[in-house]
C-alpha cells in the first residue's frame, strides 16, 4: 500500500491501533501523529469515505467543520492535559507569562495550539492537525517539515474553507523551498541553516519550560 494511503487503516480499523488512537467513533478519529512534528501532535480524521478524500482547503467546509468541531476540541483538551502534566513554565515570555497563564485552558489553547491543515496535504485522506507550537521534536528533521507549518503552506482552521484549491507546484515553490526558516520563539531568520534552526528550537524550548 502507498504511504500516501497509510492515515486509511486508522479510519477503517482503528479498534486495531489501540496505542496511537486516542478515540473514536461513527463520525470521526483522533489518533497520535506517527511522526509528531512537536511536542504533541494529533490528527483528527473523518471517517465519511466521501469527504476524506475531498481536497482539505474545499472540502472541510462550514458544514463539515461544523461536524468535525468537537473532535478537534478533544484532541485540543487532550494535549492540554498532556502537556500541562508533563511540563510548567521555567521563564516568562514567548508564549505564556507565568505557569498560572500555562494552566489556563482557554490560554493554553489560544496560545500554543495550532489547528489547520497543508494547502498541498501530504497524504490521500483528509486530516486536521492538532499541535503545539513549540517543534520540538526529534521528527522535525528538513526545512520542509518546519516551513510546512509555520509558512502559508499552512492554513488555520478558521480560514478554511478556501474559495479555491491553490497550485501545489507554485506553493511548495514559494513556502516549502523558497521561503527562508523564521523562528516561531523570537522571529529569527534562520535562511536555510536547519541545523541551526533546530539548535535554537532546543534551546528556546528548554529555556521556556521544564518538567514538572
Wanted: glycine letters at 2%; charged letters at 30%.
Amino acid at each position: 500500500m502507498s504511504w500516501k494511503l497509510a492515515l486509511q487503516d486508522y479510519i477503517k480499523n482503528p479498534e486495531g491501533h489501540k496505542n496511537e488512537v486516542i478515540i473514536y467513533d461513527e463520525e470521526a478519529v483522533i489518533i497520535k501523529d506517527q511522526f509528531p512534528k512537536s511536542a504533541y501532535h494529533l490528527l483528527v480524521l473523518t471517517r465519511n469515505p466521501l469527504v476524506s478524500r475531498r481536497h482539505p482547503t474545499i472540502g472541510l467546509t462550514y458544514d463539515i467543520k461544523e461536524e468535525l468541531k468537537p473532535y478537534v476540541e478533544i484532541a485540543q483538551d487532550y494535549i492540554y492535559q498532556e502537556f500541562t502534566k508533563k511540563y510548567k513554565v521555567l521563564n516568562s515570555g514567548c508564549f505564556f507569562e507565568n505557569d498560572d497563564e500555562l494552566l489556563d485552558k482557554d490560554s493554553f489553547v489560544e496560545n500554543f495550539i495550532q489547528v489547520g491543515i497543508h494547502s498541498v496535504p501530504s497524504m490521500t485522506n483528509m486530516h486536521i492537525h492538532v499541535m503545539t507550537k513549540d517543534f520540538h521534536s526529534i521528527r522535525l528533521k528538513n526545512k520542509k517539515h518546519y516551513n510546512s507549518f509555520t509558512t502559508y503552506f499552512w492554513i488555520d482552521w478558521d480560514s478554511l474553507p478556501l474559495n479555491k484549491i491553490p497550485d501545489s507546484k507554485e506553493t511548495e515553490k514559494k513556502y516549502l523551498r523558497d521561503h527562508d526558516m523564521i523562528s516561531v520563539y523570537n522571529g529569527e531568520n534562520f535562511d536555510n541553516k536547519f541545523s541551526k534552526l533546530k539548535q535554537h528550537i532546543s534551546d528556546e524550548f528548554n529555556y521556556y519550560f521544564t518538567s514538572r
